[in-house]
């Protein structure tokens, strides 16, 4: 069986980590055989990893991810050339990540602690006829909180209801979560695990941060905090400034 990790944050979002020192840990302090990076609507830093582990012989695999704001809520999307833009209604989304050939997975689902896609935003993709309006797997599991508080609720969904691949992601901003929560599948290899979504023979494992681990990452918590208040949204408004600036010269 192989082990995945696809909701990872970096230095080039709100995470901590630089690409290198994020990649170099997955090789030497994980047994993981596929990550993603998925930065808040910015694909620099999953683009760089992919470079990087393809040149530096690393073990593992990465794909291209984000983790893109929708009108609805968050998204996870992976296998993309090209960024998709935030902040559109769900079903566009959907359907410019499947026009890539990527996929889709809700992260933190229904959680009231962060912007999550909630129970009727997800049964109404369900219920679409289209073929290119579709979800490929729910994120069962997510260490943190915001995963926790609706961990039973999403579980019991799924079985009854939505029968969507189950994942387990860390959600990490910091290094020492990578792993946290898991996804494992039957192979090794990044074409292995779009099979098994397809198959629905994923598996969601790992465990809930403890409130002790909460604590002690507060000292960096702040730090983060900074990143995701103050330094990702000048980028996205610096960003959509030169787009603007783009398309009127």
Request: charged share 25%.
């Amino acid at each position: 069986m192989g082990k995945a990790d696809l909701h990872i944050h970096s230095a080039a979002g709100d995470g901590l980590p630089a690409v290198r020192e994020l990649l170099d840990y997955v090789e030497n302090d994980t047994d993981l055989d596929l990550i993603a990076i998925t930065d808040h609507d910015l694909i620099d830093g999953s683009l760089e990893a992919r470079e990087l582990v393809a040149k530096g012989g690393y073990r593992f695999q990465a794909l291209v991810g984000m983790e893109i704001t929708t009108l609805e809520g968050h998204l996870l999307v992976y296998d993309l050339e090209e960024p998709v833009q935030m902040l559109q209604p769900l079903t566009r989304t959907i359907e410019l990540v499947h026009e890539q050939g990527g996929f889709c997975i809700v992260p933190h689902p229904m959680s009231w602690l962060t912007l999550s896609l909630q129970r009727w935003s997800i049964e109404r993709i369900l219920r679409d006829p289209r073929e290119e309006i579709g979800l490929e797997g729910l994120e069962i599991l997510n260490p943190n909180l915001v995963g926790r508080v609706s961990y039973e609720r999403v579980m019991a969904l799924n079985e009854q209801r939505f029968h969507l691949s189950e994942l387990g992601g860390s959600d990490a901003h910091f290094l020492s979560m990578i792993g946290q929560a898991h996804t494992f599948f039957p192979g090794r290899t990044a074409e292995d695990f779009r099979q098994a979504l397809e198959s629905r023979t994923t598996r969601a494992e790992g465990e809930f941060l403890s409130w002790e681990e909460h604590r002690q990452l507060v000292p960096v918590a702040g730090q983060q905090m900074v990143k995701s208040l103050v330094v990702l949204p000048s980028k996205h408004i610096r960003r959509a400034f030169d787009s603007f600036l783009e398309r009127w010269r």
